[in-house]
């Protein structure tokens, strides 16, 4: 596969003279794919049913006729103002019982019936026209699901949807009862139609309920999705997509994506390192201008699993953001290396948002490759010639990583009802093992825990996997490589209660957790021989043998043969000491790598990618502040 290059662009935005010039300044710049409409809907049906295409005809008959392939998108985040009035009760409501306003986007909730069969009708509306249309290559549906915490709804709507759910998942209203420990502050129901949205109690709701509501939303938006799919599926053989985003966990993107052709995700390093990271202030200062080393290859790994190997960059940030805290521009150098990055792990496309800045409302501080007079933003150059070292290279595969680690939702949704400790976040969690790997060089796959079969993977890592499922223990615990599970590995029941106290949690270990704890940051629990726990800790019992101990509060890992517990939330040096053992027990060559500097194997190829400001010498060489090194057999190309 030779991966291509795209761009955001919004027609109707534009005067039509200056279509075509734009048409021939993408190409020109190396660009393939256009993505168009996803905030058009008032201009398709300025009033109910009354459509205009024609302009939309022919902004697709400039782009194509430039040689540009078109994704078309459904608009259905931003619904127009008269669909409010023909559907007052449409609007989401948050957890304070305010009703998000019409003036922005996403202003809709994902259980009103009316909307939805409004989605489904612009969406046949445009398969009609579109649908076998060759000038068409793929369809993004929707933009963003979870874009400004729009998953969770408290609104009637929601409440009476909720309330099927519920009764579809219990059949009687006794079994929730006893599922949900109801008995405990006399919080029994008679009827389905009597349990409200857990929000507005006194004190905290009971946590299955609020787990319920929780797998409740994700499956509001699997079938929100699903409308969709129906209508363009019977209508169109190109590829259906939607743009994910990061740190997004609201929902289940694996249950999503089982319904759409590739994964894409939006990618905004900058902006997510002021205000999506944790992070101390010096790294957030070396990093200022870069973003962080390893969020974006966590989730291009991530959609990469979530679009079941086909995967692309919908958005990728060209120079200043609008959203963040603070919005400063990229390094010199860096618009390339994340463009490069995406594609050596394994991106299909990566488009640019957005082809020129727009000069009024609420983005009109958001960089494009363009500025809004037309002349190249500092972005353009080096998207250029990412388009023209792409076709130099030609076709990249990708391989099987050695390393795998888990990721699974649900067990999101369950830490963040009951954290037990404010740190305690399943994210942060799974991101500083990722990062763990990638300091120690290694390529790493993610896995949904559906997975069942490990085969070719030497070191599978699944921390705070949330009531795992015994197939998937035994699964685990028969592969080959080596698995590490815990903190807090089946801890809990699909509904948020104790499992039963007599069985051990991970059988094939035979280790039983006496009691857990959590701590403030300015606490720790030292390990001997190097890094210290923190966060939490597990005191744990069993005849497992020790590999790792605290110097006064006992084991932090423990395991034999190919399965290890991890009793603690590890700091940054434990991580490593842990996978440079676990990794050498498995036959894994890993090293240390400076802080900016990253690896990531293509087929025959290697990049490596220095994030830092300044440039950094590893293994006897060189890398450029900002910059991609590339080798072949052993050859440094670039
Ligand atoms: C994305 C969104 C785009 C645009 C962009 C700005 O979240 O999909 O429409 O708002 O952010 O960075």
């Known amino acids: 596969m030779i991966p291509t290059l795209g761009v955001c662009y919004y027609p109707e935005q534009w005067d039509e003279a200056m279509w075509a010039n734009d048409a021939t300044r993408m190409v020109e710049t190396g660009i393939t794919w256009v993505r168009i409409a996803e905030f058009a809907w008032s201009r398709l049906e300025k009033i109910e049913g009354q459509f205009t295409f024609e302009w939309l005809d022919r902004a697709i008959a400039v782009l194509a006729d430039a040689g540009l392939k078109v994704v078309m998108c459904t608009p259905t985040a931003t619904p127009p103002r008269w669909m409010i009035d023909k559907h007052p009760d449409m609007l989401a409501v948050d957890a304070d019982g305010n009703p998000r306003k019409f003036g922005s986007r996403r202003h809709y909730c994902f259980s009103h019936q009316g909307y939805i ?191 079941k190997g086909r995967w692309w960059v919908m958005e990728q940030q060209p120079g200043p953001v609008n959203w963040a805290p603070y919005n400063p521009a990229p390094l010199d150098g860096m618009v390339r290396l994340w463009s490069w990055e995406a594609i050596a792990h394994g991106a299909e496309v990566v488009s640019y948002f957005r082809w020129r800045q727009a000069p009024v409302a609420q983005e009109q501080m958001h960089a494009g490759l363009l500025r809004p007079d037309d002349t190249p933003a500092v972005g353009m150059a080096e998207a250029a010639q990412v388009g023209r070292e792409i076709t130099a290279l030609g076709p990249l595969v ?155 509060h006992g084991a932090a890992l423990v395991g034999a043969d190919g399965l290890w517990y991890l009793g603690g939330w590890p700091d940054r040096e434990m991580w490593d000491r842990l996978v440079a053992v676990a990794a050498d027990k498995v036959g894994i060559a890993t090293t240390l790598l400076p802080d900016g500097l990253r690896l990531r194997t293509a087929g025959k190829y290697t990049f490596a990618f220095n994030y830092s400001a300044h440039s950094v010498d590893w293994d006897g060489q060189t890398f450029a502040a900002c910059s991609v090194a590339l080798w072949t057999d052993g050859n440094r190309v670039w």
């Open 117 to 307: 069969d409004d989605c489904v009708r612009i969406t046949q509306v445009l398969a009609d026209r579109y649908g076998a249309d060759p000038r068409v290559h793929a369809w993004q549906i929707d933009n963003e699901y979870g874009c400004h915490d729009t998953i969770v709804s408290y609104s009637d709507v929601a409440r009476v949807a909720f309330q099927s759910w519920l009764a579809q998942r219990y059949i009687d209203v006794d079994a929730l009862n006893t599922a949900w420990g109801n008995v405990f502050w006399s919080m029994e129901y008679d009827r389905f139609d009597h349990i409200d949205l857990p929000n507005l109690t006194v004190t905290e709701p009971n946590p299955a309920h609020v787990m319920a509501f929780r797998r409740f939303s994700s499956d509001q938006v699997v079938s929100f999705n699903r409308a969709q799919v129906d209508v363009l599926r019977a209508a169109t053989d190109v590829p259906l997509i939607h743009n994910y985003m990061g740190r997004i966990l609201d929902f289940d993107h694996f249950e999503v994506g089982e319904d759409l052709d590739i994964a894409s995700w939006d990618s905004y390093p900058i902006g997510f390192l002021s205000d999506r990271l944790e992070g101390s202030d010096a790294h957030k200062t070396a990093f200022l201008q870069q973003g962080d080393p390893d969020m974006q290859a966590f989730h291009h790994d991530l959609y990469r699993a979530v679009g």
């Open 398 to 552: 990708q391989k099987q990583a050695d390393v795998a680690l888990i990721f699974d939702y649900p067990s999101d949704w369950a830490w963040s009802t009951m954290p037990q400790g404010a740190d305690f976040d399943y994210f942060r969690l799974m991101f500083s093992a990722y990062r763990a790997l990638r300091r120690a060089g290694q390529s790493v796959d993610i896995l949904p825990s559906t997975a069942r079969t490990f085969d070719g993977y030497k070191l599978i890592l699944a921390p705070g996997l949330a009531n795992t499922d015994p197939t998937l223990m035994d699964a685990l615990a028969n592969t080959t490589g080596l698995a590490v599970l815990g903190p807090r590995t089946a801890t809990v029941t699909d509904e948020l209660g104790i499992p039963k106290l007599s069985q051990p949690v991970v059988a094939n270990l035979n280790i039983e957790i006496e009691l857990s704890e959590s701590f403030p940051p300015t606490h720790h629990r030292t390990v001997k021989g190097g890094g210290c726990v923190v966060h939490w800790m597990e005191k744990l019992r069993g005849p497992a043998p020790v590999l790792m101990e605290t110097t006064h």
